[in-house]
């Protein structure tokens, strides 16, 4: 860079620099930024394509791979294993769930065949889960019946409610007959009326930890008075109504003891447990006759 040195025309010194150069190299490194700016764009543009390109390729491979599983003779469902059978028979389970003989395993449809199982009357849930390389295994929660419910026909109903069989007294001479209901609104895959199914559930809950459920014959129902049961031995009425049944219960195992201790059992046809904190019993029980007049009471 040249600096001149002049004076002027007053005989002061005057300084000239050449600024036109200094602008030109200001062009240049400003140019040379640019392309280095354009430079970087470039080589993340082109890093981005290869990752997507990657991305791509690897894709197609899982897909052919994939493809290539579902078509293996390796893994082809050979063995079926069912557990939580009680009433049903497992080979019946197996025609139910419907799986296709050699599907692969990868390709059957779990949900498909748990919705199909459900939908047999005795199964009330199913899980459904593949054993790599050739199994699949079947576990179910069959419904528990406590009770037979008396329509048009009889039908298996469990502890919410919900009849889920047609079936004969004969085939669960365990099980208490359900009466009081209107035939018209049973059948097999109803629900019984809620108002209903809560005292029905409540009953069961109790007589498990009082009194053993197979010692009933038969459970009324109305819907003014509640609940009332008919033991099996003797065929003695217990009106219960519509509450407090563990306390009721309580009262009437107490009661049974008594008479049987007293010899009176035999005797016995009824007892109302409906009444609050007062128990009646009735029967024909042998009365000294200054009290035959009098209200037999417990």
């Not at 079947?138 to 528990?144: C, D, M, Q, V, Y």
Request: proline share 5%; with cysteine; glycine share 8%.
């Amino acid at each position: 860079m040249v600096i001149t040195i002049a004076p002027d025309s007053r005989g002061r010194m005057q300084i000239s620099l050449p600024f036109e150069a200094i602008k030109v190299k200001s062009k240049k490194n400003s140019y040379r930024k640019k392309r280095l700016q354009l430079y970087r764009r470039l080589h993340l543009v082109a890093k981005i394509l290869l990752v997507l390109l990657a991305f791509v390729a690897l894709s197609a491979l899982c897909v052919v791979g994939y493809r290539a599983l579902l078509s293996s003779p390796l893994l082809q469902v050979t063995r079926i294993q069912v557990n939580g059978c009680q009433q049903l028979d497992p080979q019946a389970v197996i025609q139910q769930a419907e799986i296709p003989s050699g599907i692969n395993i990868l390709s059957l449809d779990l949900d498909g065949v748990k919705n199909r199982l459900t939908q047999h009357p005795w199964i009330a849930a199913a899980a459904i889960s593949r054993e790599i390389p050739d199994r699949i295994r079947i576990e179910i929660a069959e419904r528990k019946p406590v009770a037979l419910v008396k329509g048009h026909q009889f039908y298996l109903a469990d502890r919410q409610g919900a009849c889920f069989a047609r079936a004969t007294p004969s085939e669960h001479a365990g099980l208490p007959i359900i009466t009081g209901l209107d035939p018209g609104t049973l059948g097999s895959g109803c629900n019984l009326p809620r108002e209903f199914t809560v005292l029905l559930e409540n009953l069961y809950r109790e007589t498990q930890l009082k009194l053993p459920w197979r010692l009933i014959s038969e459970i009324r129902w109305n819907r003014n008075a509640g609940l009332s049961f008919f033991t099996a031995r003797g065929g003695i009425q217990v009106d219960l109504g519509s509450e407090d049944y563990g306390i009721r219960i309580a009262k009437l195992e107490k009661v049974l003891r008594y008479l049987e201790k007293k010899g009176l059992y035999a005797q016995l046809r009824g007892i109302d447990l409906s009444h609050g904190n007062r128990v009646f019993v009735r029967g024909r029980f042998k009365i000294p006759k200054q009290n035959r007049s009098q209200q037999k009471g417990v």
